[in-house]
């Protein structure tokens, strides 16, 4: 680094709260969700939304089910305006969904948003100004009282002018903005005069939100300062604390879980953390991480894709192939031991009928959130014989023996290192037809058998081509391998030895074909062979001349 970082950065002073409990809490159950995709999102996109977009983004959050969404800063735009009146006049609000709305404590526009609102059945009024000691000196000019008293100028408006509503409950929401910048001691102060100043009271909850404006410490700072905000502010039963974590270390997601341990009952975010600079915290990513701890998040995300679509179109921002839970590439794996451990963690819960999931690697069962076991795995040069063996099982029902999967996965890793990219289920099938089923200087066309003896002695009659011409050949074994086995001994010659054989149905019915595999002994070890017939036993002699033309090439 070119600047000496202890010159121009100073460390965040954390608050010394060595009796902190949140460390041995759990979470239980899911907070209250704000979804602020419509306000915090929306400023902070190089094109704010229209109102179509706003539309398609507001049906997307009220399937998913969230009961509270700020819709907008109805003072700052005409198009946030006209959005608040389109859902209010147009009867787009559900009966148990409340909008918020976000306002300065500036009388015009306190006066303006509550314009906004005319009509709604009901609504949250959120009211902010900066606390922080910085933006108290830069930005206002200021001291600590003359912050407080712009907070209550604001707050006494917002009450009057509720009052003053034909109908239509408004709660109060108030934000020490720029919370994470603010002296502890002082964000206490200025939420408890403004608490009063609306009169807070049992029945009369209002909603304080504690938001990392910017994200300034590590997650636990944050906690350690929720708990002792918790535990220091007056009449905390009229609170209703929510938290509203920015993600500007990348650790939002840790901060807001952290914070919910520490006594937060409300969090305010947006979909995959979409908001100013680096983001607001992700709540896709917090209602999924609930999920797979066996907590019911309150959110219907088992149509990711979806959502993901109509976040992206809105926003015009791409969510990372690596998104959490989100991502495309999320539920693929291309590494061998990984692919090899999936595969397994699949066939043992197939095996044990288990509704517990259990899978390597796979913290949540994709499908619950809507997508397919197709991409679980997919094949380049970093790939081992369990996820070729998997594709080729699960796109072709191919279920290939152990030594020949090794055998086959070298193929499969040379043709990928050679091509230098991923390879697709058809170029993997394609390797396997070049590699066992091409036709090679032997070919059978036909056979026959019959009992010889009642011990299940069998007689072979088998018609080939080799090297070009017609052969018939003819031999007796315990069944028709063994018999195909003496036959090419004795009149072709050839000396084989089975060690391995295997064979399975694809499909079912009158359309199934059968599967064959078999190891002979080689030159330097076994040579495999495989085939695909309608008969098990063509199969099985087709497997057995494959493994032969493959060992004498
Ligand atoms: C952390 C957050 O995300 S907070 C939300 C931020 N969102 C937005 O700002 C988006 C919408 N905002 C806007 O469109 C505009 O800023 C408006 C319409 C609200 C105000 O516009 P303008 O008055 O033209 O300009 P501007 O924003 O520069 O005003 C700054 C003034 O507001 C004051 N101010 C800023 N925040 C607040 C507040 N919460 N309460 C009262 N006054 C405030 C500043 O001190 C400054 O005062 P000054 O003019 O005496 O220096
Ligand atoms: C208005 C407040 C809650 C805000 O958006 C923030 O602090 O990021």
Same mark, same amino acid.
Not at 14 to 22: F, Q
Not at 456 to 464: E, I, K, N, V
Not at 472 to 482: C, E, F, K, M, R
């Given at each position: 680094m070119k600047t000496a970082a202890s010159e121009?950065?100073?460390?965040?002073?954390?608050?010394?709260?060595?009796?902190?409990?949140?460390?041995?809490?759990?979470?239980t159950r899911p907070p209250a969700w704000c979804s602020v995709d419509l306000r915090d999102g929306n400023q902070a996109l190089i094109d704010p939304m229209d109102t179509p977009r706003k539309l398609r983004l507001w049906n997307t959050l009220v399937g998913m089910g969230f009961k509270q969404i700020e819709v907008g800063f109805p003072a700052a735009s005409q198009t946030d305006y006209d959005f608040i009146r389109f859902l209010i006049d147009g009867g787009h609000i559900p009966d148990d969904v409340t909008i918020q709305i976000l306002t300065q404590s500036r009388e015009d526009l306190i006066r303006k948003s509550f314009e906004a609102l005319d009509g709604a059945k009901r609504a949250i009024v959120h009211l902010y100004n900066s606390t922080s000691e910085v933006q108290r000196r830069v930005v206002f000019g200021f001291d600590r009282q003359g912050c407080i008293d712009l907070a209550l100028a604001g707050t006494r408006l917002v009450r009057e002018l509720s009052a003053q509503r034909a109908g239509g409950e408004v709660t109060f929401q108030y934000s020490p903005e720029s919370f994470t910048g603010t002296e502890p001691d002082f964000a206490v102060a200025i939420v408890e005069a403004v608490a009063e100043a609306w009169g807070a009271a049992k029945g009369r909850e209002m909603i304080v939100n504690l938001p990392a404006t910017v994200e300034m410490s590590t997650p636990n700072l944050y906690a350690d300062t929720v708990e002792w905000f918790c535990r220091t502010v007056k009449n905390r039963a009229n609170l209703i604390i929510s938290v509203h974590p920015h993600n500007d270390r990348g650790t939002g997601v840790a901060a807001a879980e952290l914070a919910v341990m520490a006594g937060a009952d409300r969090v305010e975010g947006t979909l995959f953390g979409n908001g100013e600079r680096t983001g607001n915290v992700d709540v896709c990513t917090l209602a999924l991480n609930l999920f797979t701890q066996g907590i019911d998040p309150g959110l219907d995300l088992s149509d990711i894709d979806s959502i993901?679509?109509?976040?992206?179109?809105?926003? %015009?921002?791409?969510?990372?192939?690596?998104?959490?839970?989100? %991502?495309?590439?999320?539920?693929?794996?291309?590494?061998?031991?990984?692919?090899?451990?999936?595969?397994? %963690?699949?066939?043992?819960?197939?095996?044990?009928?288990?509704?517990?999931?259990?899978?390597?690697?796979?913290?949540?069962?994709?499908?619950?959130?809507?997508?397919?076991?197709?991409?679980v795995i997919r094949i380049n040069s970093q790939s081992g014989k369990g996820g070729v063996a998997y594709v080729l099982e699960r796109d072709y029902g191919l279920e290939l023996p152990k030594a020949m999967q090794s055998e086959f996965s070298k193929v499969v890793q040379s043709v990928a290192d050679r091509e230098g990219r991923e390879l697709s289920p058809a170029e993997i099938h394609a390797a396997f037809q070049a590699t066992y089923l091409e036709a090679g200087a032997i070919q059978v066309v036909d056979?026959?058998?019959?009992?010889?003896?009642?011990?299940?002695?069998?007689?072979?009659?088998?018609?080939?081509?080799?090297g070009g011409a017609e052969r018939?050949?003819?031999?007796?074994?315990?069944?028709?391998?063994?018999?195909?086995v003496h036959a090419l001994q004795k009149d072709l010659g050839l000396f084989v030895t089975v060690r391995d054989y295997h064979e399975h149905a694809i499909g079912e019915g009158s359309e199934s074909q059968a599967a064959c595999y078999v190891a002979i002994d080689g030159k330097a070890g076994v040579v495999h062979g495989a085939a695909i017939d309608a008969s098990v036993t063509m199969a099985a002699l087709k497997a057995v001349v494959g493994a032969i033309n493959r060992r004498e090439r």
């Open positions: 121009k950065y100073r460390p965040y002073p954390a608050i010394r709260l060595t009796d902190r409990t949140w460390p041995d809490r759990a979470i993901r679509a109509a976040a992206e179109e809105c926003t %015009g921002l791409p969510v990372h192939p690596r998104h959490p839970y989100a %991502g495309e590439l999320v539920y693929t794996a291309f590494s061998g031991s990984h692919q090899d451990a999936i595969n397994k %963690g699949f066939k043992a819960r197939e095996k044990a009928n288990s509704t517990v999931w259990e899978v390597p690697y796979l913290p949540i069962d994709p499908a619950d959130v809507g997508r397919t076991y197709e991409a056979y026959s058998t019959v009992p010889v003896s009642s011990k299940g002695t069998r007689a072979l009659t088998a018609q080939l081509v080799v018939i050949i003819q031999g007796v074994g315990a069944g028709p391998v063994d018999a195909f």
